[in-house]
């Protein structure tokens, strides 16, 4: 009962500081320099790991993908850019590119802030007048927003150039077929729904990486505990959030695809 109870006092308490950060967005809209910071932290930092990962993925699904339709009809490989174009675009390329940003960005940032935390430096920004959620809260939860459909679109990309580079090579599949047949069944609501999903999950990424580091507590160890905290709730988030986000877009859509 007691994990039961504390489980939604933290959930109320994250809705309370998830308005409260929301507040202040004209605020950091109007004095723009800690947005543009945090942009280049979360989001310009992250672009050589998450290109790396994202053309090593494409390498991987175009060998085995296209090995496992050569081996069931020879001439198919061709078609896997039409079906890896959809799948990267709805949910493999949002959840992954959403992962990276959970193992480099979220851990940082609770980190970040645990440390000022637990060495008081948060209250002697309130001492000097200055609000903490306006200071380090609300900048970051944009640049979430912001950066990470840059980055999983940035993914993407990287997926489709190393599918077609191993297409290209082992089954001798021409560039103009495989975009061709990549740009046949996607479609523009595919793409709106991508974006629409690492806009929501980028914000509550960085929503959960803050809380868990205004939470922190007893030092050192404490700061750990919540990093760790942070980590494993953001995992769980992305892949909640996209089901949740994939099936409010199949319904506002009628059910078809």
Known sequence: MDKIRNFFIDLAKFT????????YIPKTMLKPYELFRNILSIGVM??????????FMGLILGLQLGNAMEAIIAGTAQYI?????????????????????????????????GTMKVTEQIDALKTFAVNPTSFLVTPRVLAGVISLPILGFISILASMM????????FYDIPTSAFIEIAQLPLKVKYIVESLAKMMIIGGFLLLVST????????????????????????????ILLDYLLGAIFLIFTGGTL
């Open 16 to 23: 309370l500081f998830s308005i409260e950060s929301l507040r």
């Open 46 to 55: 992250s672009v050589p790991v998450v290109t790396a990962t994202g053309l």
């Open 81 to 113: 850019s039409g079906a890896l174009s959809v799948s990267l675009v709805k949910e493999v390329g949002p959840v992954f590119t959403s992962l990276i940003v959970v193992s480099r960005v979220c851990s940082s940032v609770t980190a970040q802030i």
């Open 162 to 169: 190393g599918a077609w580079l191993m297409l290209t090579i």
């Open 211 to 238: 809380y868990c580091g205004f939470e922190a507590k007893n030092g050192a160890a404490g700061v750990g505990e919540a990093t760790i905290r942070s980590v494993v709730i953001s995992s769980f988030l992305v």
